[in-house]
Structure formats: structure tokens, C-alpha cells
């Protein structure tokens, strides 16, 4: 079994910073990507930024140059700093992964619970 457990969400005034952390655990062989989403009510869930098990990342084109994702170096845990937040920022957050738990299972695709987080003044 494997679990996400995603930390760090809060209220933050706009122009503030808040980082998020997601820690993976249970039976893990490797992991090819870590991953934020956010969804804010009504809205799509969105990809926010990713990292890869070889260190490529990307951004959303609505957090570039605010946020930052990066990992730990077993890729175990990954983070979201966020600056310079926004009213539109606001939204639940959750940790993706993508792994595989033995060398003979395919790729799965795991969530954590999420952790929300409201930028309001």
C-alpha cells in the first residue's frame, strides 16, 4: 500500500509565500514523476507543476517565476513553494505520483488526501 500525505496548506494574504510538502511511503521500487494539482470549487482540477524522476520540470504557465517545486533526494518527498500568492491561488492542492511499487509491476498512479489553501485579506 502505498500513501501521499500532503502538509502545509493555510491561510496566507495575498502577496505571502506558504510551501507545501508531500512525503510518499508503503512499498515503493521507483518513481517517475511527483506532482502538484490544485482544484478551487467550480473549477477543473489543473496540473500545477511537475518533477521527474531524472530531475525535468515544468510549470504552469499561471505559477511561473512564483512557485517553485523541487524533491528530496530519494524523490520520496516532494515540495511547492509558493510566492508572491494570489486570491485566484486559492484552492485544495493534492500530491500525484507516478510509480511503481516491485520491479515487475507496471506504472500506478497515486493521490494524496489534499490540503487547502486560501490567499485572502
Known amino acids: 500500500q502505498v500513501h501521499l500525505v500532503e502538509s502545509g496548506g493555510g491561510l496566507v494574504q495575498p502577496g505571502g509565500s506558504l510551501t507545501l510538502s508531500c512525503a510518499a511511503s508503503?512499498?515503493?521500487?521507483?518513481?517517475?514523476?511527483m506532482d502538484w494539482y490544485r482544484q478551487a470549487p467550480g473549477k477543473r482540477r489543473e496540473l500545477v507543476a511537475t518533477?521527474?524522476?531524472?530531475?525535468?520540470?515544468n510549470y504552469a504557465d499561471s505559477v511561473k517565476g512564483r512557485f517553485i517545486i523541487s524533491r528530496n533526494n530519494a524523490n520520496t518527498t516532494v515540495y511547492l513553494h509558493m510566492n508572491s500568492l494570489k486570491p485566484e491561488d486559492t484552492a485544495v492542492y493534492y500530491c500525484?505520483?507516478?510509480?511503481?511499487?516491485?520491479?515487475?509491476?507496471?506504472?500506478?498512479?497515486?493521490w494524496g488526501q489534499g490540503t487547502q489553501v486560501t490567499v485572502s485579506s
Open positions: 518533477i521527474t524522476r531524472g530531475g525535468s520540470i
Open positions: 508503503g512499498s515503493i521500487f521507483s518513481i517517475s514523476a
Open positions: 500525484h505520483s507516478v510509480l511503481k511499487q516491485t520491479i515487475d509491476d507496471p506504472l500506478y498512479d497515486y
